[in-house]
């Protein structure tokens, strides 16, 4: 009988801490949690006197001896009405799953007919891609290759232009007009008396 009375003990804190809670937030969870801890100690007493302390807390706290019946969740046609938004929502859900997979079949229709345009127009060897980063450089430094070598080809294709046209190396492409030196001195000789 004594360690049944400990037990109650105990059970008396907890639904005290669960009545407390309850009165100051007036939460439906922890009036739940006070009446189960209530549901218990009509179970397990042995004593009397301690059923009697669990109802008085109760009372002070203005809860109900017996727990209040629960809000029917069903409803007139006997269907519970979570399953009904469950249903409405998996519904929703279904839609949506379904558009998706349609919009991203229509993707992959748009990708493969660009693919086989883009493959009509420049074929393009998926089977010589590099597969090491030194198989890489190798292939960039093939093309910086062909680059060099249409720099080359430009600058013979210019040499041979100006032996065409008739122009040397040492003399200059263009004539300078002596006259124009001339008159650009004269100009800035006057801007310098100008600021001193």
């Known amino acids: 009988m004594s360690k049944n009375r400990v037990y109650c003990e105990n059970l008396l804190r907890n639904l005290e801490r669960a009545v407390e809670k309850w009165f100051t937030s007036g939460s439906p969870l922890e009036m739940n949690k006070a009446y189960n801890i209530m549901d218990q100690v009509n179970r397990i007493a042995m004593d009397n006197d301690i059923k009697d302390r669990a109802v008085r807390m109760l009372r002070r706290a203005t809860l109900p001896e017996k727990r209040p019946a629960e809000k029917s969740s069903t ?4 269907s519970s009405r979570g399953n009904v938004k469950r249903k409405s929502e998996a519904q929703t859900r279904k839609e949506w799953e379904a558009n998706y997979q349609s919009q991203i079949e229509r993707e992959k229709k748009l990708k493969k007919s660009a693919s086989a345009v883009d493959s009509n127009i420049a074929h393009v060897d998926r089977d010589n891609k590099p597969r090491s980063a030194l198989s890489s450089r190798v292939s960039k430094a ?13 600058a013979t294709d210019k040499a041979d232009l100006e032996e065409a046209l008739g122009m040397s190396d040492n003399s200059p492409s263009y004539s300078v007009d002596e006259n124009e030196d001339e008159v650009d001195d004269e100009e800035q000789k006057k801007e310098a008396a100008a600021y001193t």
């Open 75 to 78: 409803n007139y046609d006997g």
């Open 142 to 154: 093939t093309n910086f290759m062909n680059v060099i070598d249409k720099s080359k080809k430009l």
